[in-house]
């Protein structure tokens, strides 16, 4: 079975542009994260859905960062305009849910590079 | 407070040795999981283990057991046997409350693990 799914694996872009990033989830699995890793502030979720509708966003740093889910196989993470500071790792995971375990399922990550 | 603490940042181990990575946790929760994932240099996070709060038994995935001890709130990931593929970043992490009901986790910071031929 196909992993999570996320593109690009590897963004350079100027500050000031829109930056989008994309993610598959596992099929069948209910629930998608964005995570955000960095040096400085480790590993950070940025926002969760269940059932394609957001549960938490608190982790969205500022209004520049937007996250959608508009079917259960596909979510965007925007930034838009995007800084130096963005630069980072950005995960996406997913998970089936249920009574046992919730484990999450990690993609490969994007990397980000705001010059 | 943290609510996952790795107190050790960086470990060493000689290969086929066995090492233990610390964790605790601090919840009020009854119900909760416990989770250790990997990552390796070439940037993946790779899940390895699972200890929900009512597993009776330690749980163990190979090398890989979690050595769970409730009361002291800590679950620290074993790897035995060590091999060269197992240096790299361990997280450890929670989620607290039954499944199903809250899905995000708690991280540590990691431990960084690096194994010695």
């Known amino acids: 079975d196909a992993g999570v799914i996320q593109s690009p694996r590897h963004e350079v872009t100027e500050m000031g542009q829109e930056v989008t990033l994309r993610c598959k989830p596992i099929s069948g699995h209910n629930s998608l994260f964005w995570y955000r890793q960095t040096m400085m502030r480790g590993l950070e979720l940025l926002i969760y859905f269940n059932n394609n509708v957001p549960i938490d966003d608190s982790g969205m740093p500022e209004d520049r960062f937007s996250a959608k889910m508009p079917n259960a196989s596909f979510s965007t993470l925007k930034i838009q305009p995007s800084e130096p500071r963005d630069s980072a790792v950005y995960f996406c995971?997913?998970?089936?849910?249920?009574?046992?375990?919730?484990?999450?399922?990690f993609g490969p990550g994007t990397r980000l590079t705001v010059l | 407070a943290q609510k996952i603490t790795q107190t050790q940042p960086g470990m060493f181990v000689q290969e086929k040795e066995a090492v233990t990575l610390d964790c605790t946790y601090d919840t009020s929760d009854q119900s909760y999981g416990l989770f250790w994932y990997k990552q390796p240099s070439s940037g993946e996070m790779i899940f390895l283990i699972y200890?929900?709060?009512?597993d009776e038994q330690n749980a163990t995935e190979g090398r890989y057991s979690l050595n769970f001890q409730k009361a002291r709130k800590s679950a620290n990931l074993v790897i035995s046997a060590s091999q060269l593929g197992d240096s790299a970043m361990y997280f450890c992490?929670?989620?607290?409350?039954?499944?199903?009901?809250?899905?995000?986790?708690?991280w540590g910071l990691g431990t960084s693990l690096a194994v010695n031929p």
């Open positions: 200890q929900g709060s009512y």
């Open positions: 995971a997913s998970s089936l849910g249920g009574l046992l375990t919730d484990t999450q399922y």
């Open positions: 992490a929670m989620r607290e409350g039954q499944a199903g009901n809250n899905r995000k986790l708690i």
